[in-house]
């Protein structure tokens, strides 16, 4: 999950467990933050799909910079790779993952 090359090792590895913990609770801040972060790279490896799902929960619960992030993320994804992003919400209980 962690991005080698950022370096701060023990406290970031606990950070983000934290922060997913919180996004598959449902939170939309922190599921916000995790498609912030994996957008952009920042802090893990960068992975557009897992950003998608995490920016598509938020959305869906009604987070606006979640929608304003996700409609700039959605042109770079392929329909396959937005499908697979909305299976891994559903399969993990999430959301109910519904392309809106």
């Not at 449902?26 to 952009?40: D, I, N, S």
């Amino acid at each position: 999950m962690r991005d080698a090359s950022t370096g701060s090792g023990r406290e970031l590895d606990e950070a983000l467990h934290w922060l997913e913990r919180a996004a598959r609770q449902g939170h939309h801040r922190a599921q916000y933050a995790l498609g912030v972060l994996y957008a952009r790279g920042n802090g893990v490896t960068g992975d557009r799909i897992r950003a998608y799902g995490w920016l598509h929960a938020a959305a869906e619960a009604g987070f606006p910079a979640a929608a304003t992030a996700l409609e700039r993320l959605a042109p770079t994804l392929s329909v396959a790779e937005v499908d697979q992003a909305l299976a891994e919400l559903r399969r993990r209980g999430i959301t109910d993952a519904s392309d809106s």
